[in-house]
């Protein structure tokens, strides 16, 4: 694959594998109100996949579109970061999921704007509003839960410190972020870092939270390298396509 | 006789009681109504058919919200009512006691379920009592836009392989009778209808919506191509109407006693959810009221 087409490859599998996650919660929330901002997150996310998949697979150029990519590629062939797969635990460590992975979101789509290739300056600008709300209202939970009560508090702490080790992956750089960046296309994932840990670390404070203690990375996912839980979650989301070949739906 | 009545004005209480069991039953059907769709939102077939499931059971939670908002105007609080659905006080419709098996039964919610939901609730726009009036003039809309989309699924399923098209028929074999049961025992054995109808919180017999049901339901199902489960449909044209065959009111009254295929599973979803949900709830009330409380030291 074209380096570009990688590129949106990535951005797209990162929306689709999160919104699978959230969707799970759907009907299962601890409120109505919450589960109706699950789900409207995960709309977006499922929006934002469709519009990097459909990139990808017209860069790609062999006639691939958004749902063969979606659902037609085994684990090897994902390439969203780990952190999305993650299974969504307790509330506390779907919010943590959720906090880390929209400021990263968030800081790459304000930038993404206003890349030269417009194609992907488009999307980015559409999802920019998007990935606003959802840092705002996983912030809002993160200091809702770590304020909240004793037993919130130790929940939260708890899905931070799981989802920590795969923060890192969002930040590292490679041949093909950097063929983006030169391409236009691209963002410096690296020069983020530090931005997030100063949002990360602004909402943690107002939560009376401390960031979790350091991890070294855990990596793999841009290249295909991912945790045991991708298989299980890609069955259930290819089961129709894969039982009826050839079927349109 | 009563026009359109706001909460501030006098009502009987028995006006009153009958208001919120329908509004909260029609609340706790869209809630758990959210459970058999959602159980395929994972597995929709393209991201097209997900991202239109995903919106359309978040329609429902909200179609549940309102409807929650409006009976809390009469003074009966979303979680007494909550409490009454899982202690099993508070009825739900009995098709969401059936289970969704697959994908062709996304299309036959949406065309059926939905399609029933709106004749039953259409009237209601111009029910007595204002809040519940206005809540469903806004739910109808999104209801025939559901309605669409499944009858739309269902399309395609039937002009596709012959292993889809057989799904599709299969699910309209296993919801036609549950839907046909949404509009409620037949006339004769409806307890409430004629004190609702005096009230004017129900504007037409049960008998009356079904049959109108079963009348524009039929000739959607032929355009398709799939064949409605009864031997003895006929178009009788001295009513210009269709005659149907009898409802299996015995399985209609073990659903509503809690004895629905998936009732147990339905329930436990729910319980399981709001239990393991109390800590979250729990934690947003200590940090408002903390909140709330460094507001007025500050002040
Ligand atoms: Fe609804
Ligand atoms: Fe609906």
């Known amino acids: 694959m074209h380096a570009l087409a990688t590129h949106a490859l990535r951005l797209g599998d990162d929306a689709l594998i999160l919104g699978q996650r959230l969707s799970e919660w759907c009907g299962h929330a601890p409120a109505l109100e919450i589960d109706l901002s699950l789900a409207n997150i995960a709309l977006d996310c499922v929006g934002q996949a469709t519009h990097f998949l459909a990139l990808a697979g017209a860069l790609e150029g062999q006639g691939r579109d958004a749902d063969r990519l ?16 993650q299974p969504n635990g307790d509330f506390a460590q779907t919010i943590a999921r959720q906090f880390f992975f929209a400021h990263y979101q968030h800081l790459l789509f304000e930038r993404m704007q206003a890349v030269q290739d417009e194609r992907f300056a488009a999307i980015a600008a559409k999802a920019v509003k998007e990935t606003a709300y959802h840092a705002k209202l996983a912030g ?7 304020d909240g009560t004793e037993e919130s ?23 093909i972020d950097s063929a983006a960046i030169d391409a236009g296309a691209g963002v410096d994932k690296a020069a983020l870092h530090p931005l997030w840990d100063a949002r990360i670390g602004a909402v943690l404070a107002e939560a009376g939270l401390a960031p979790p203690a350091p991890h070294r990375p855990v990596l793999g996912g841009r290249i295909g390298r991912h945790s045991e839980h991708l298989g299980h979650l890609i069955s259930d989301m290819q089961f129709l396509q894969r039982a009826y070949p050839g079927a349109t739906w | 006789m009563m026009n359109s009545l706001s909460r501030k004005d006098w009502m009987p209480e028995a006006y009153r009681k009958t208001l919120v069991r329908q509004m909260s039953q029609h609340a706790h059907s869209e809630i758990v109504g959210m ?7 994972t597995r929709a077939p393209n991201l097209r058919r997900k991202a239109i499931l995903l ?11 309102y409807l929650y908002a409006a009976a809390e105007t009469l003074g009966t609080s979303r979680d007494e009512m909550i409490e009454a659905l899982h202690s099993g006080k508070a009825k739900y419709s009995t098709i969401f006691n059936y289970p969704t098996l697959t994908w062709a039964d996304i299309g036959a919610i949406g065309w059926l379920v939905d399609g029933a939901a709106i004749m039953n609730q259409v009237p209601l726009q111009r029910t007595s009592y204002g809040p519940y009036a206005r809540a469903m003039v806004r739910i109808c809309k999104e209801e025939s836009f559901h309605q669409r989309q499944g009858y739309e699924i269902m399309m395609h399923l039937a002009a596709g392989a012959a292993e889809q098209k057989r799904m599709a028929q299969d699910a309209l074999n296993r919801w036609w009778q549950p839907s046909l049961m949404m509009f409620g025992p037949p006339d004769d054995q409806s307890p409430n209808t004629e004190q609702s109808m005096r009230w004017r919180i129900k504007r037409d017999t049960n008998d009356a919506l079904r049959q109108k049901f079963v009348d524009i339901t039929v000739p959607q199902a032929e355009a398709i191509g799939l064949t409605v489960p009864d031997p003895e449909l006929k178009w009788n044209e001295a009513r210009g109407s269709y005659d149907f065959g009898a409802v299996d009111w015995e399985e209609f009254k073990a659903v509503v006693k809690g004895q629905g295929p998936v009732a147990k599973e339905r329930m436990a979803a729910r319980v399981k959810a709001w239990e393991e949900g109390a800590w979250v709830r729990d934690a947003a009330r200590a940090h408002a009221a903390k909140r709330a409380a460094a507001k007025q030291a500050a002040e």
Request: charged share 30%; hydrophobic share 45%; aromatic share 12%.
């Open chain 1, 140 to 146: 809002e939970w993160v200091i809702r839960l770590g």
């Open chain 1, 70 to 85: 979606a659902f037609h590629r085994d684990v090897m062939d994902f390439t969203n970061c780990l952190l999305v797969e």
């Open chain 2, 55 to 65: 919106a359309k059971v978040q329609d429902e939670g909200g179609h549940g919200l």
């Open chain 1, 153 to 175: 508090r130790a929940r939260m702490e708890r899905g931070l410190d799981w989802m920590w080790r795969f923060t890192g992956e969002l930040f590292a750089m490679d041949e």
């Open chain 2, 35 to 41: 459970l058999p769709e959602g159980n395929w939102i």
